[in-house]
């Protein structure tokens, strides 16, 4: 079983920027599996935001996230990043990376598809 811990949340105004890393507890390697970002708004339902596949190097954005937001993963698959630019409020949530084995998805967006999960870290955007 694989856990994964998010870092990189905080107190930010709009307009910032900042970068949230996740990797697996123990330091183990991501190589392997499929990484996404999603983030639960407060009253809302987690959604979507990128998730990203060791085996395609390729990334996939909700399409109402297009734009912002850039995933990556080092070449190693030891962190996978998600930077976020131009924060506004409405981007206040609670960020969570998960992940799964590679063959054992069909859609990395799908929070339901994904097996392994970290506690999240939360970004707060006011001036």
């Known amino acids: 079983q694989v856990q994964l811990v998010e870092s990189g949340g905080g107190l930010v105004q709009p307009g910032e920027s900042l970068t949230l890393s996740c990797v697996a507890s123990?330091?183990?390697?991501?190589?392997?599996?499929?990484v996404g970002w999603f983030r639960q708004a407060p009253g809302k339902e987690r959604e979507a935001v990128a998730c990203?596949?060791?085996?395609?190097?390729?990334?996939r954005y909700a399409d109402s996230m297009k734009g912002r937001f850039a995933i990556s993963a080092d070449n190693a698959w030891n962190t996978v990043y998600l930077q976020i630019n131009n924060l506004k409020p409405e981007d206040t949530a609670v960020y969570y990376c998960?992940?799964?084995?590679?063959?054992?998805?069909?859609?990395?967006?799908?929070?339901?598809?994904?097996?392994?999960w970290g506690e999240g870290t939360l970004i707060t955007v006011s001036s």
């Open positions: 998960g992940a799964a084995v590679e063959g054992d998805y069909n859609d990395c967006l799908y929070a339901p598809d994904l097996d392994y």
């Open positions: 123990g330091g183990a390697s991501l190589d392997g599996y499929a």
């Open positions: 990203i596949s060791s085996a395609s190097y390729r990334a």
